[in-house]
């Protein structure tokens, strides 16, 4: 455990980061599955509907550093190119 005022104030800071960035995550999980589990079903006219939600889901955690920018970018391609 941290012992310097500083180093407690750090402690917290990275925990309360950690947790924004869990919910964040799911969040984007949760998009992602419930994509592909319309892609699977074969619901194109739904998947074609979700599918902006869903980039403006990778986009936003690639702005906030949950995903790097090349991982967002490769994976909003394999799933445009899956879509198609």
């Known amino acids: 455990m941290p012992?310097?005022?500083s180093a407690k104030k750090a402690?917290?800071?990275?925990t309360r980061k950690r947790e924004r960035n869990l919910?964040?995550?799911r969040e984007l999980e949760?998009?992602?599955k419930n994509f592909s589990r319309l892609?699977?079903?074969k619901k194109i006219d739904e998947a074609k509907s979700a599918f902006p939600k869903l980039q403006k889901a990778?986009?936003?955690a690639a702005k906030n550093r949950i995903l790097k920018r090349n991982n967002a970018a490769r994976?909003?391609?394999?799933?445009?190119?899956?879509?198609?």
């Open 39 to 41: 892609l699977k079903a």
């Open 11 to 14: 402690l917290r800071q990275a």
């Open 75 to 84: 994976k909003k391609s394999r799933l445009a190119k899956a879509l198609r």
């Open 3 to 5: 012992i310097l005022k």
């Open 23 to 25: 919910i964040k995550k």
């Open 30 to 32: 949760k998009v992602l």
């Open 58 to 60: 990778i986009d936003k």
